[in-house]
């Protein structure tokens, strides 16, 4: 009888400390980052505003809320921000204009939304956010998704808002390519720059995902890459949170964050293994490049990336920001935890 009392006490000590979640918050800013097009100036812009980002997402997790506010808050942040490819500071399509991408899912219900082609949207992971949680669809593109917005009272802006004299010019030095033939197709002056992303560990263990971009300078015929695409650009399930950036036909190609996931599932990869398999062997293969971002459910990340830099950066319990731009920088991981199938 004492023995059985004295378990019970045991178990009960043990308990808080085992079903405790630390929430771990990952994001990335972007792969295809080119040091020499980088100003000092935009490079610490860029990465204060990674920071903020972080803490803004973090705040939602410390407070004990879903990940998918986390992922949301710290989107925003950068959406907000014109140094990245994502709401203000979009690039370019051929026509001059700004088309925006962005999805987010839920890993345990596996709930998602998206949008492709916005033009008015402030900020188009929110609306991906509401088509998910306000109707019944996963995916709206276009004037239809803005007219979805309007009567959900998610904010529109003028197109102009989105504009930045770097893009322009971005934009103006593909053409001036594209005109020189020194491109062989469309995509190749299409050049991949600044998408953003997040993924999330809540205090429940629960997994979730988001991408924002606006898509790749110089595209046209109202291209879409792999941001809105559930499983290509952005993926999460109960297991592994991820989202990517790069040259997003790839992305599309090998379905690349369901890729990423079903390793970690099926081949029991780490999110490191399955991370590199993906990103920097069978997209390489193919001919792209690019980066993600991967969590696991016991909080274990991974950044895999082929391009000379990603912005990037992560925030544990203890609510450091731990950032990065180029490749040679090493960032400290998080201490593992006992996943939520162990607890
Ligand atoms: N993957 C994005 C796209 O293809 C671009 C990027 O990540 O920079 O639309």
Redesign the pocket.
């Known amino acids: 009888m004492r023995t059985r009392f004295a378990v019970v006490l045991l178990l009960l000590m043990a308990a808080p400390a085992a079903m405790a979640v630390q929430p771990v918050l990952v994001i990335h800013g972007?792969?295809?980052v080119v040091r020499s097009s980088l100003t000092p100036t935009e490079e610490a812009a860029a990465r204060a505003a990674l920071v903020r980002a972080l803490e803004a997402g973090h705040r939602e997790l410390a407070a004990g809320r879903p990940a998918l506010d986390a992922v949301t808050a710290a989107i925003t942040v950068l959406e907000d921000d014109p140094h990245f490819?994502a709401g203000k500071g979009a690039?370019f399509t051929h026509e001059g204009k700004n088309e925006l991408?962005a999805a987010v899912m839920d890993g345990v219900t596996r709930r998602a939304g998206s949008v492709a082609g916005v033009q008015r949207v402030r900020n188009p992971a929110l609306l991906a956010r509401t088509v998910m949680e306000k109707s019944g669809h996963v995916m709206m593109v276009g004037a239809g998704a803005e007219a979805f917005a309007r009567e959900q009272g998610v904010e529109l802006v003028d197109p102009a808002y989105f504009r930045t004299e770097k893009r322009w010019q971005q934009l103006q030095k593909a053409l001036r390519e594209e005109a020189a033939g020194q491109a062989h197709t469309d995509l190749e002056t299409?050049?991949?720059?600044?998408?953003v992303?997040a993924v999330a560990l809540d205090q429940k263990g629960h997994l979730a995902a988001g991408?924002s971009?606006?898509?790749?300078t110089n595209?046209r015929y109202g291209?879409?890459?792999?941001?809105p695409i559930i499983g290509a650009?952005t993926y999460a399930d109960a297991g592994c949170a991820v989202s990517?950036?790069?040259?997003?036909?790839f992305?599309?190609r090998t379905v690349a964050a369901h890729d990423i996931c079903a390793r970690m599932a099926y081949l029991n990869e780490s999110p490191q293994q399955a991370g590199e398999a993906v990103i920097n062997q069978v997209i390489p293969q193919l001919g792209g490049d690019?980066?993600a971002i991967v969590l696991r459910a016991d909080g274990a990340l991974a950044m895999p990336f082929n391009t000379e830099g990603m912005y990037r950066g992560w925030m544990g319990a203890d609510g450091v920001a731990h950032v990065a731009v180029f490749a040679e920088e090493t960032l400290p991981r998080p201490a593992p935890q006992a996943t939520a199938e162990a607890r």
Do not use: I, P, Q, S
């Open positions: 972007g792969a295809g490819n690039v991408d299409a050049k991949h720059f600044g998408t992303g991408t971009t606006g898509g790749m595209k291209r879409v890459g792999d941001a650009g990517g950036t790069g040259w997003g036909e992305y599309l690019g980066g």
